[in-house]
Each structure stands twice: as C-alpha cells, then as structure tokens.
C-alpha cells in the first residue's frame, strides 16, 4: 500500500513563502510522474503542478512563475515551494502521482491570511 505524508504546510502572510514535502512509500518512486493538487474549500480538487519521472515540469496558470516543484528520488520525496503566496492559494494540499490510483493522504493546510 503507498502512503503520501504531506507536511510543511501553516498560516503565513500574503506575500510570504512555504516549503511543502511529501514523503511516498513504499513504491518505485523514481519511475513515476509526481503532483501536487490542492483543495480549497467549496472547490473541487485541482492539479497545480506536476513533474515527470525525468524531470519535465508543468504548473497550473495560477501558480506560474510563484510555485516551484522538485523531486529527490533517493528519498523518495517530491516538493514544493510557494512564494508570493496569496489568499486564494489557501487550500489543504496533497501529493500523489497522476498516473496512479492510489489513495490521497491527508494533506497539509496551507492557509495565507493577514
């Protein structure tokens, strides 16, 4: 069974910056594309980054050029930092690969609030 454990997340100002981790186990993590999706209350889920198994990244138009996803696979780890983070970038956000079907972790709160 893969676990993702999302960690990371807080209150922070507008303006501010975050690092979320997420630890996923046990699985070939190195052969799977990774992503962070986000829930924001009343909203669906959605995928706001997204990095292959080689590396090639793509990111939702809201979190252009403010998020940044990374990947370590000899831990097994995916990242993502979020700068110039805004109240609508409130939201409880999870890992997970997109091309899997395994389930959602809990996630970690991220909520940017003055």
């Known amino acids: 069974q893969v676990q993702f454990v999302e960690s990371g997340g807080g209150l922070v100002q507008p303006g501010g910056s975050l690092r979320l981790s997420c630890a996923a186990s046990?699985?070939?993590?190195?052969?799977?594309?990774m992503g962070w999706y986000r829930q924001a209350p009343g909203k669906q889920r959605e995928l706001v980054a997204r990095?292959?198994?080689?590396?090639?990244?793509n990111y939702a138009d809201s979190v252009k050029g403010r998020f940044t996803i990374a990947r370590d696979n000899a831990k097994n780890t995916v990242y993502l930092q979020m700068n110039s983070l805004r109240p609508e970038d409130t939201a409880v956000y999870y890992c997970?690969?997109?091309?899997?079907?395994?389930?959602w972790g809990q996630g970690t709160q991220v909520t940017v609030s003055s």
């Open positions: 990095i292959t198994h080689d590396s090639r990244i």
């Open positions: 997970k690969s997109p091309v899997r079907t395994d389930s």
């Open positions: 046990p699985f070939i993590f190195s052969i799977y594309d």
